[in-house]
């Protein structure tokens, strides 16, 4: 069974960072590209960035190009999603979904981030 | 401001058929397929349709999707108390290279 693990969400003030990972199971992590996509309290969904499964390839969403960074540790079977210049509008529950023919075949339970002074 | 556009609600009564419409443009639907994402009360997203018609396993088949030129749509038939949720359409978008979202129907089962 696919299982997507969020952890490392949290408060923190704005211009501050965060690190963000999703621990992969239930599958060949490596041969899948992945995503982060976040949700705003009460807001619909939106696309933050993409790997994929070698991480030769790499985008973001304008919102967070030049602050956000999205890796992978394939031994490890993890994602990350550095955080950083944080603003208000970051606040979210941030989800790791697995990539199958660009859409997203799995999703994790979310991790908030609270960006707040 | 999504760069898909659906209604922000919709309604129905249980055992009616509902459909809930999704615009795009030439750069996400009209040159890429339509995903669709149920996402119920308090959950994650869950992908419903794929590939503008194809259903995950497990998904009943009284969900179905639709494509037509840089539009598409969510049938939902038979409706059931526990479809209440909010749907989301999708596709990726060759100008932003990544999967663009609608803003999401509430579906509300009278």
């Known amino acids: 069974e696919v299982q997507l693990v969020e952890s490392g969400g949290g408060l923190v003030q704005p211009g501050g960072s965060l690190r963000l990972s999703c621990a992969a199971s239930?599958?060949?992590?490596?041969?899948?590209?992945m995503n982060w996509v976040r949700q705003a309290p009460g807001k619909g969904l939106e696309w933050v960035s993409y790997?994929?499964?070698?991480?030769?390839?790499?985008y973001y969403a304008d919102s967070v190009k030049g602050r956000f960074t999205i890796s992978r540790d394939n031994a490890k079977n993890s994602l990350y999603l550095q955080m950083n210049s944080l603003r208000d509008e970051d606040t979210a529950v941030y989800y790791c979904?697995?990539?199958?023919?660009?859409?997203?075949?799995?999703w994790g339970q979310g991790t908030l981030v609270t960006v707040s002074s | 401001q999504s760069v898909l556009t659906q209604p922000p609600s919709a309604s129905g009564t249980p055992g009616q058929r509902v459909t809930i419409s999704c615009s795009g443009s030439?750069?996400?639907?009209?040159?890429?397929?339509v995903n669709w994402y149920q996402q119920l009360p308090g959950t994650a997203p869950k992908l419903l349709i794929y590939?503008?018609?194809q259903r995950p396993s497990g998904v009943p088949d009284r969900f179905s999707g639709s494509k037509s030129g840089t539009s598409a749509s969510l049938a939902i038939s038979g409706l059931q108390s526990e479809d209440e949720a909010d749907y989301y359409c999708?596709?990726?978008?060759?100008?932003?290279?990544?999967?663009?979202f609608g803003g999401g129907t509430k579906l509300t089962v009278l």
């Open positions: 979904a697995r990539d199958t023919f660009r859409y997203c075949s799995h």
């Open positions: 030439s750069s996400n639907i009209g040159s890429n397929t």
């Open positions: 790997i994929s499964s070698s991480s030769s390839t790499i």
């Open positions: 590939s503008n018609n």
């Open positions: 239930g599958f060949t992590f490596s041969s899948y590209s």
């Open positions: 999708a596709a990726w978008d060759d100008s932003l290279n990544g999967e663009v």
